[in-house]
């Protein structure tokens, strides 16, 4: 019986082992995220070279985007001034000698040499009797006629500096040599009735393959794969959570969910009424529940919420609610607050800022049961909260919080149902993949009492657009907000070079905006555009209770106008706020502008929103994508664009726990291998729950390695 230590070993032996690979090479392959031979074989072509669609130089046209295949004559090195280098190599085919030119990059000269064969892709140019590409992308198929073998698909793989993508593509055969007898993790029967594809041959096809079609097999087996391993994951991560207690059947009758609907100044729209129905038939079973709530800004999951809520309080039990922000905590207690103290229901908002005598005051509640239902944060997680008889546990905002966290919280009241909340309207199938532990609802349409946004695009010479729609609202005694992501860089140094680098640096996590910018930027609208108004600031480097009064001040009509950075994105309510103008729109994510302009038409005033931005003449992509904010308000489908434009694991941010292990699946595409996967994971998992059947030992230490703690911290 394999035992899990030597089942895939190879494949978890460090890269080192693969020959080749030296030390220097190993700092380099690091660089990508390669440490391990699984990390190699698993760092799959970013393209392939289609010989199929190559031209040859006679034929390839001026002006158009070509491939030529052939062999370099010379290669050599100019240097008209001193801090210039041209790099030019001759490449020729049976028809004729094409130029390849690059300036300052003096190492291509060290990379081509004579006799070479490479496949040059590029843009055709015509000067001084040659046709040329200027910089073009180049690739070495062989160090000699003999060697290259243009019958083949090429691989084409990331690379790294002091690693060439041939020597890439070397070192990806060597490691898949050496795995002569690859274990394959997936149980037979799967394997066989897919006609998958062994996992070894997968690999090979994938990095090398023999035809088109045998590659797309190959990407079907091993996405499978990836799916299936993420959704058993997945699901036993759930399992690990439930442990240790029986679920908590809440028995509260009818009436007080009566009782609450009534309070409501408006009736629940059809699907927020299905959601609750299922909530309700969820928290009364006696298996524990685990739900996710999906619907887009303003499709009211709080109120549906609120029901979940009431039935846990008025079941005799306990009910938390935890939000990413200090902001979205506090409103929690102004949406519901009311409506739970009609029903006698106790509840507070515990967050780091709340003072140490009130702390006390709360945690002594939870603890002996007198209060009922509490708001917070990640206050909530610290250890010395804890309640007599947690049932309920809600988490907004969800893909805010890592694992850990949601499972600290649920680890307080044993057995507590679990309702997660997300305003990320992803389509069902990416939230089969990602949620597959979950029971999903969702909610599309938003109640038909809100009135309408819409959404403009003005140049930045045009922001008197804005500012004047936003003086016309505040005549009639509207509020608006300004976002802007790069508070923190003054007008004047807004420009793309600035831009650019600020994106760097939060990308790398820091905060952006520094305070005294920021509030230069309110002083300078408060002083010249908006001068009979009330500007506030609000940015994320404000300490919690500045920006609670800053926020109460807003909520109350204090403030007019309220410049802020993106820490409005998540659920700020103010339904007097009607316009809303994002600076520097073009940095943002299409998900994260329809986030942003949720924040208008909250109430009875139909909303504006207008986008700043200059998108490049060239950057057509950036241009469409701010025209889908104009053209639709349907969160779904803009997630679907966003999708569709980027990678999978990009949308849903990094947090997304085992979000990076899908690196083959296309979400939308693969809707079918998607279900197959969470069906086949589910089956697996119920009859053998701990994967210790010895015809497991292979998947469950697939699993080990696979979502190891490497991956997780990411
Ligand atoms: P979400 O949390 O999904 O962004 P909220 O729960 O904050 O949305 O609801 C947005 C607004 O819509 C709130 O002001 C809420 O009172 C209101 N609302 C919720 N449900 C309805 C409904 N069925 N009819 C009318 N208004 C509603
Ligand atoms: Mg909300």
């Not at 009130?358 to 002996?368: C, Q, T, V, Y």
């Not at 790069?486 to 650019?500: F, I, M, P, Q, Y």
Request: glycine share 8%; net charge negative.
């Amino acid at each position: 019986m394999p035992t899990r230590q030597s089942v895939g070993e190879a494949l978890d032996a460090p890269v080192t082992s693969v020959r080749y690979v030296t030390e220097k090479r190993a700092e380099a392959l690091a660089r990508l995220d390669i440490r391990t031979v699984r990390d190699l074989v698993c760092h799959y072509p970013r393209r392939y070279l289609d010989f199929s669609r190559t031209a040859t130089v006679a034929d390839a046209e001026i002006g158009k985007e070509v491939t030529v295949v052939g062999t370099i004559a010379d290669v050599s090195v100019k240097k008209p001034r001193p801090r210039l280098d041209i790099v030019e190599a001759g490449v020729y085919d049976k028809t004729g000698i094409i130029l390849g030119v690059w300036f300052r990059q003096p190492w291509m000269a060290r990379r081509l040499s004579s006799g070479q064969v490479v496949a040059m892709s590029g843009k055709i140019s015509f000067d001084y009797g040659f046709k040329r590409m200027n910089s073009p992308f180049i690739e070495i198929i062989g160090e000699s006629e003999e060697e290259a073998d243009l019958s083949r698909i090429i691989p084409v793989h990331g690379t790294t500096e002091g690693i060439s993508t041939a020597w890439m593509r070397r070192l990806v055969a060597t490691a898949l040599d050496g795995l002569a007898d690859l274990p394959d993790p997936l149980p037979a029967e799967l394997r066989f009735r897919d006609a998958f594809m062994s996992r070894k041959e997968a690999l090979r096809q994938i990095h090398f393959p023999k035809s088109a079609g045998q590659r797309d097999e190959a990407r079907r087996r091993l996405a499978y794969e990836e799916l299936f391993f993420l959704q058993l994951e997945l699901m036993r991560l759930r399992a690990a959570e439930e442990t240790g207690a029986g679920a908590i059947a809440h028995d509260a009758g009818d009436e007080v969910l009566e009782r609450y609907r009534s309070l409501l100044p408006f009736t629940l729209t059809e699907e927020q009424d299905a959601a609750l129905s299922r909530i309700v038939e969820d928290m009364r079973a006696s298996s524990v529940m685990n739900r996710m709530l999906l619907g887009d800004v303003g499709t009211g999951k709080t109120v549906v919420a609120g029901g979940a809520i009431v039935l846990a309080a008025k079941s005799g039990h306990q009910a938390a609610m935890m939000a990413p922000t200090e902001v979205l905590a506090r409103q929690y207690g102004q949406s519901l607050g009311t409506y739970l103290d009609e029903l006698g229901i106790t509840w507070a908002t515990l967050t780091s800022a709340t003072p140490a005598s009130e702390r006390a005051e709360i945690l002594s509640g939870l603890a002996d049961g007198t209060l009922s239902v509490v708001f917070g944060t990640h206050a909530l997680i610290e250890d010395d909260v804890v309640f007599k008889s947690l049932s309920l546990v809600v988490i907004d905002e969800q893909h805010r919080f890592g694992v850990e966290q949601r499972a600290a919280l649920r680890a307080k009241g044993p057995g507590s149902d679990l309702l997660v909340m997300t305003a990320t309207p992803i389509p069902r199938t990416l939230a089969l993949t990602l949620y597959g532990d979950l029971e999903c609802s969702f909610l599309r349409t938003r109640p038909a009492s809100r009135p309408p946004t819409t959404t403009r695009i003005v140049s930045r010479a045009r922001r008197d657009i804005a500012y004047e729609a936003i003086r016309a609202a505040l005549k009639e005694g509207r509020q608006a907000y300004i976002i802007c992501p790069l508070v923190g860089v003054s007008r004047k140094e807004r420009t793309d070079e600035a831009a650019r680098e600020l994106e760097d640096r939060i990308a790398a996590g820091e905060e952006l905006a520094t305070l005294k910018a920021a509030q230069d930027e309110a002083r300078f609208l408060g002083e010249k555009v908006f001068a009979t108004s009330e500007v506030g600031l609000l940015t994320g480097r404000m300490k919690a209770p500045e920006k609670q009064e800053v926020m109460q001040r807003f909520y109350d009509g204090d403030i007019d106008v309220l410049v802020a950075t993106t820490v409005v994105e998540v659920g700020i309510d103010v339904p007097n706020a009607t316009v809303m103008m994002i600076e520097d729109a073009e940095r943002f994510g299409l998900s994260q502008l329809h986030q942003l302009r949720g924040r208008v038409s909250r109430g009875q005033y139909p909303g504006q929103v207008f986008l700043v931005a200059d998108p490049a003449e060239d950057d057509t992509e950036t241009a469409e994508r701010l025209q889908a904010l104009v053209e639709t308000d349907d969160g779904f489908e803009l997630a679907e664009r966003d999708l569709r434009a980027r990678r999978e694991g990009d949308v849903l941010g990094s947090r997304q726990h085992g979000a990076s292990t899908l690196k083959l699946v296309q979400v939308l595409d693969d809707a079918e291998l998607v279900a197959r996967a969470h069906d086949d994971a589910r089956a697996i998992l119920e009859a053998d729950p701990d994967l210790s059947a010895s015809e497991h030992a292979g998947l469950a230490h697939e699993l080990d390695e696979v979502f190891s703690e490497r991956q997780m911290i990411e």
